[in-house]
Structure formats: structure tokens, C-alpha cells
């Protein structure tokens, strides 16, 4: 809406856009998709997120692990994250962002924790099979061929290329 004033001059609001970007906290190279961040108003203009805040709307993701808002009126805003990605905990801070110009305000680097750590975690398996001794000459009896062990590995939250393999072991 443009409104002009008595001399004919036209007075266009200040409207500014935000983007996001969110990575891994452990690799920041790793952009994350499928989080959900909401805008809320800064209603007391405090610079974070109260319950009088109003919500203004949901930030698109316009490519991966990047997040954006467009064509907010000059005023001062605050980001949540309502849901992280899959496989990662939810960033529980807010962030402050004060549209004072025509631009694009940029948040970089929001960061999730893996659930995972992001690490390999280490794990062992035992596997015991008690197979009894022929009595006459002490060897180990198989009654039904050699016993093989099949472990199978399958996270689908996880992207490494050890997840999903199967292992045989005799």
C-alpha cells in the first residue's frame, strides 16, 4: 500500500526479507533440511520470544538448509524453531531480527545437536552359542555344519554408508 501525502509524495513502507541458514553443530559445512521455524512479532520488542509475541507466519525452505521470509513490514521479529530435522534435538533459543531497510537480513549458521552426536558411536556384540563337546575325543561337535552369524545394521536416520550393510561372519 502506497499512500502519498499532501504535497504528492509517495511513502512506501520499509519491507525486509529474512533468511536462515541451518547446519550441523559439529559440521557447518552440513546444511539441514525439513526444520520448521516460525516468525512471531516482538510484540514488547525485548528481542525475544514471549508469550505475547504474535506469530506471523512459517519461514519456506527455498533450497537446503536455507530458510527464508519475505516482505516484512520495518519492525523487530523473532525466529523459532518449532521442529528440527529428523535425527537432531530442537534449537531452543530465539533469534532477534530488526527490519530498519529494504533488505535481506541474514541469520547464519543456526545450529542443530545431533541425536547421534554426529559421531560414530562405538557398540559390541557378543554372540555366544554353547555347542556341546563329543565326550569321546574332546572335539567340538557341530551338529548341523559350522554355525554362521548374520548381523545386519540398519538405521535409516543415520547417512553414513555403514548403516544398511549386512555382515556375515563365520
Given at each position: 500500500?502506497?499512500?502519498?501525502?499532501?504535497?504528492?509524495?509517495?511513502n512506501?513502507?520499509?519491507r525486509?526479507?529474512?533468511?536462515?541458514?541451518?547446519v550441523?553443530?559439529d559440521?557447518?559445512?552440513?546444511?539441514?533440511s525439513?526444520?520448521?521455524?516460525?516468525?512471531?512479532?516482538d510484540?514488547?520488542?525485548?528481542?525475544?520470544y514471549?508469550?505475547?509475541?504474535?506469530?506471523i507466519?512459517?519461514?519456506?525452505?527455498?533450497?537446503?538448509?536455507?530458510?527464508?521470509?519475505?516482505?516484512?513490514?520495518?519492525?523487530?521479529y523473532?525466529?523459532?524453531?518449532?521442529?528440527?530435522?529428523d535425527?537432531?534435538?530442537?534449537?531452543?533459543k530465539?533469534?532477534?531480527?530488526?527490519?530498519?531497510?529494504c533488505?535481506?537480513?541474514?541469520?547464519s549458521?543456526?545450529?542443530?545437536?545431533?541425536l547421534f552426536?554426529?559421531?560414530?558411536?562405538?557398540v559390541?556384540?557378543?554372540?555366544?552359542?554353547?555347542?556341546?563337546?563329543?565326550?569321546?575325543?574332546?572335539?567340538?561337535?557341530f551338529?548341523?555344519?559350522?554355525?554362521?552369524?548374520?548381523?545386519r545394521?540398519?538405521n535409516?536416520?543415520?547417512?553414513?554408508?555403514?548403516f544398511?550393510?549386512?555382515?556375515?561372519?563365520?
Amino acid at each position: 500500500e502506497v499512500k502519498t501525502n499532501e504535497n504528492g509524495f509517495a511513502n512506501e513502507p520499509i519491507r525486509g526479507n529474512i533468511q536462515l541458514t541451518k547446519v550441523d553443530e559439529d559440521n557447518h559445512k552440513q546444511l539441514l533440511s525439513n526444520a520448521h521455524f516460525v516468525v512471531y512479532k516482538d510484540t514488547n520488542e525485548n528481542g525475544s520470544y514471549d508469550e505475547a509475541d504474535v506469530a506471523i507466519g512459517s519461514m519456506t525452505e527455498s533450497s537446503k538448509g536455507i530458510y527464508t521470509f519475505d516482505n516484512l513490514r520495518y519492525g523487530k521479529y523473532v525466529l523459532r524453531e518449532i521442529k528440527a530435522p529428523d535425527g537432531y534435538i530442537s534449537d531452543t533459543k530465539s533469534y532477534s531480527v530488526n527490519i530498519t531497510e529494504c533488505k535481506t537480513y541474514v541469520v547464519s549458521n543456526i545450529k542443530n545437536t545431533s541425536l547421534f552426536g554426529n559421531k560414530a558411536k562405538p557398540v559390541s556384540i557378543t554372540l555366544t552359542k554353547r555347542i556341546p563337546v563329543n565326550e569321546l575325543n574332546g572335539d567340538i561337535w557341530f551338529p548341523h555344519g559350522n554355525p554362521t552369524f548374520i548381523l545386519r545394521l540398519k538405521n535409516t536416520t543415520q547417512s553414513s554408508n555403514d548403516f544398511g550393510r549386512t555382515y556375515y561372519k563365520s
